[in-house]
T-cell receptor, first 113, second 113 residues
Framework: AQSVTQPDIHITVSEGASLELRCNYS??????LFWYVQSPGQGLQLLLK??????LVQGIKGFEAEFKRSQSSFNLRKPSVHWSDAAEYFC???????????FGKGTTLSVSS | DAGVIQSPRHEVTEMGQEVTLRCKPI?????LFWYRQTMMRGLELLIY????????DSGMPEDRFSAKMPNASFSTLKIQPSEPRDSAVYFC???????????FGPGTRLTVL
């Protein structure tokens, strides 16, 4: 079955500390992987995506993610978290153009001062 | 570009009433998706269209829900009759054929009393 698992429902990180949000997927074809961020009351905004090539991808707002095929993972990282990063983060997987995305349940990030 | 436009942003209605949610995709995008987001179930795909034709409606919860896309620039999601358990945020997203990245609208927060 195709699925995305985000094991952490809620994470709290101190401002300035590093962040890693976990994402594992199960997909029968070559995966296209995405991270979206949702601020309260807002829609989802794309942070970064992986289609092929370099397995370390850079995104907006200083985020990066690494694709590890052997672990079926696509973890999101940021070296230094800012208070404005507090939001909900969604990992998603899809296939070639023409398929819908499958989303994880999301991880809520809180940032403490 | 104005992005994906959804209306209304908020809707409060009483049980049994008909509700119509509207979406205008990004110009030139030929895929359109409707999602529902709740605390319990997360982000669920309801239905998606390609070139105005419904491709997969397996996520539509029951016959009370219907969606149409009469042209490339407009889609509706209708609930008739509405029930309190339909209360959720409904998102519309669109995508270009050449990419799997989806662009989300701001959502419609529906409350059924």
């Amino acid at each position: 079955a195709q699925s995305v698992t985000q094991p952490d429902i809620h994470i709290t990180v101190s401002e300035g500390a590093s962040l890693e949000l976990r994402c594992n997927y199960s997909y029968g074809a070559t995966p296209y992987l995405f991270w979206y961020v949702q601020s309260p009351g807002q829609g989802l905004q794309l942070l970064l995506k992986y289609f092929s090539g370099d397995t370390l991808v850079q995104g907006i707002k200083g985020f990066e993610a690494e694709f590890k095929r052997s672990q079926s993972s696509f973890n999101l990282r940021k070296p230094s978290v800012h208070w404005s990063d507090a939001a909900e983060y969604f990992c998603a997987v899809g296939g070639q153009a023409g398929t819908a995305l499958i989303f994880g349940k999301g991880t809520t990030l809180s940032v403490s001062s | 570009d104005a992005g994906v436009i959804q209306s209304p942003r908020h809707e409060v209605t009483e049980m049994g009433q008909e509700v119509t949610l509207r979406c205008k995709p990004i110009s030139g995008h030929d895929y359109l998706f409707w999602y529902r987001q709740t605390m319990m179930r997360g982000l669920e795909l309801l239905i998606y269209f390609n070139n105005n034709v419904p491709i997969d409606d397996s996520g539509m919860p029951e016959d009370r829900f219907s969606a149409k896309m009469p042209n490339a620039s407009f889609s509706t999601l209708k609930i008739q009759p509405s029930e309190p358990r339909d209360s959720a945020v409904y998102f519309c997203a669109s995508r270009n054929r050449g990419y799997n990245e989806q662009f989300f609208g701001p959502g419609t927060r529906l409350t059924v009393l």
